[in-house]
C-alpha cells in the first residue's frame, strides 16, 4: 500500500510521536510511506533521524494555500491510495489539495475528545472517507456531532513495548530528589485541559499525610508561570520540580513510584499508556478517554476530574501500600500487552483503511 501522512505541529507531542510510529511501522511492513509535516518542526527532525521519506512543507492554518499547494505537488507525485491526516489544520489542507487526486481514500484521524467546534469544523471531519478515533469517548463525540457513525473506527494509541533504560533514580537525584522518597510522576503539556492546577491543589494536600513525597512534573507549555506560582502559594517549591521538556523518559518513568494525570479532558492519553507499559501503577481522572485504559482498582485508581481530595486520596492509598500499588502496576502491564502496543495500533491502523474501503 502507498500512504501518505500529514502532521501540521510544530512541537513535539503525544500526537506527533503517534505518528511517527504509525509511519515507522508501515514503512517496516513494506508500504511505501511518505510523512508530510511541518517544516523545521520536531516531527520533520526525529523522522529524517528515523530514515523515513520525510517531505517539509509550510503548514499552517486551516486555509493555507501554500500548504495545499505543496500537498498536490506531493500528491501528484506520490500517487497514494491513502492520505491519512493527523491534526485538524492538516485536515483542512489535505481536503483542498485531494480535489487534485479524487481516487486517494481520505482518513482523518482524531485525538481530541473535545467537540467540533464551528461548521467549518464538522464540514471538514463529515468530508472524510472515514475518521480513525483513538478512543471510544472520541468516537461517541464525533458521532453525536454529526460525522456518520459507520466512517468511525476506533484504533486506541499505542506505545512501544522496550525495556527500561537505567539510571532512573539517578536522575530523580540530580532534579533533587533525595534518596528514598516516593515520587508522583507526571508527563503532560502544561495546558488547561492537563489541568496541573488540581493536581498541585492535591499535592498539598498529600503534604499533610506524606511529608516526604515528592511531584515531577515532565512537560512544557503557556501555563507554567501560572503555575509555578501556585506551587509557591500552596508551599509547595521544596516538592514538586518542574522537570521542562525531557527526552529520556524510558529512563524517568520506570523510576516514579506512581504515575498521575490529572486531565479534565483527554483523548487518551500516550504517557498512560508509558506509564502501564513499564508497570506503573496510575492514578488518573475519569476524563475522556482514560476509563478505556485504567480500570479502577486493577491497573490503577480513578477519580473524578477537578477533584483535589480526591485525587490526593488516591495518591496517597496508592503510595501507602506498595505491594497493591505494585499489583496495580503489574495488572496494568498485562493491559498494555492486550491492547496498547505500537503493533497492535499500526496493524489495526493498516485494518481500518480496508475496512472503509
Known sequence: MNVLHVDSAADWRGGQNQVLLTAKGMAARGHRVTL????GGALEARARE???????????GDLSLRA?????????????DV?????PHALAAGLLAARAAPSVRILATRRVDFPLRGGLSRWKYRA???????SRKIADVLG??????????????GVPDRPALPG??????ELGVPEGCPVVGNVAALTDHKDHATLIEAAARVRQRLPDARFVCVGEGELRPRLEALCRERGLLDRWIFAGFRRDLDRLIPAFSVFCLSSHMEGLGTSLLDAMAFGRPVVATAAGGIPEAVDDGVTGRLVPVRDAAALAGALVETLADPARARAMGEAGRRRFEERFTADRMVDETLSAYDGLG
Open 144 to 157: 453525536q456531532d454529526g460525522v456518520p457513525r459507520e466512517r468511525i473506527r476506533v484504533v486506541y494509541e
Open 128 to 134: 472524510c472517507r472515514g475518521v480513525i478515533a483513538v
Open 68 to 80: 495545499s499547494g505543496g500537498l498536490v505537488r506531493l500528491l501528484r507525485h506520490t500517487r497514494p
Open 83 to 87: 492520505l491519512q491526516l493527523h491534526d
Open 36 to 39: 508530510a509535516c511541518r517544516s
Open 50 to 60: 528515523q530514515g523515513l521519506d520525510v517531505q517539509g512543507l509550510p503548514l499552517r
Open 168 to 173: 532512573g533514580r539517578e536522575a530523580l537525584l
